[in-house]
């Protein structure tokens, strides 16, 4: 009988060992294939939209997203709720410093600043080069070595769920959801946790990949608006 027990108990953990690996091996696969998908990936436009939580704080924006590997960013901000917020542009180069103008009666002014300035993060200090899909890959990976990933699967939709081994060295955030689109294999939606409130949130939406944007996108005084008399594929300025 002693026999049988240990036999039922060693089944019982092979079972449960092997689809834990099963699993494992599935959340290799998906991240492998998004890797794939953004290695085709030259340069890319989506109508972000972030919300940022911090005590009583509330910081939120509607964003037109510009990105061109290997590390050029720029954020048109449409909509948002601190001071001069819309038409406001800042742009990214790789250079550790962040160049931006304000909108409405300071759109003259332009200045630049490291990119962990507060003028260049969120209130929460998530910084320019943070919100690309290239940080969200970085960040899955963060999961698979120093954390754990469960994936759910619906009909369009990857969805990871991720917590860290140490939250606070993940900035404190203890729990990621991210949501993958099943047929572009980019990134939808975000939410970030502290224990179990809500203190980030993103979405990425309306991409607009390989439209050939032009170096010069990446200067805050060179108007969007040109590229569409060129005949470049662009977002709608209009935040809805």
Request: include cysteine.
């Amino acid at each position: 009988m002693r026999i049988g027990c240990v036999v039922l108990i060693g089944l019982t953990v092979g079972v449960a060992f092997s689809g834990d690996c099963r699993a494992g091996e599935r959340v290799d696969e998906v991240i492998a294939s998004m890797q794939e998908a953004y290695g085709s990936i030259y340069d890319y436009q989506c109508r972000f939209e972030e919300l940022s939580l911090l005590r009583n704080r509330r910081e939120e924006r509607v964003i037109n997203f510009y990105f061109k590997k290997p590390n050029l960013i720029r954020m048109d901000i449409l909509t948002g709720n601190r001071p001069f917020d819309d038409g406001s542009v800042g742009v990214y180069t790789g250079d550790g410093k962040v160049t931006g103008r304000r909108g409405g009666v300071l759109s003259g002014i332009v200045l630049k600043v490291p990119k962990d300035s507060p003028l260049a993060t969120t209130i929460r200090g998530v910084r320019f080069d943070e919100s690309d899909i290239e940080t969200v890959l970085n960040r899955l990976d963060f999961y698979r070595t120093r954390g754990k990933i469960e994936l759910r699967e619906t009909d369009g939709s990857f969805i990871f769920a991720c917590a860290p081994s140490d939250p606070f060295g993940n900035e404190g955030i203890s729990k990621d959801i991210v949501w993958i689109d099943r047929g572009t294999l980019l990134i939808t939606r975000n939410e970030r946790y502290e224990g179990e409130t809500l203190v980030q949130a993103a979405s990425w939406k309306e991409y607009i990949i390989n439209a050939g944007l032009p170096v010069e996108l990446f200067d805050v005084r060179f108007d969007v608006e040109e590229l569409r008399v060129r005949g470049v594929p662009l977002l709608s300025r209009n935040a809805r």
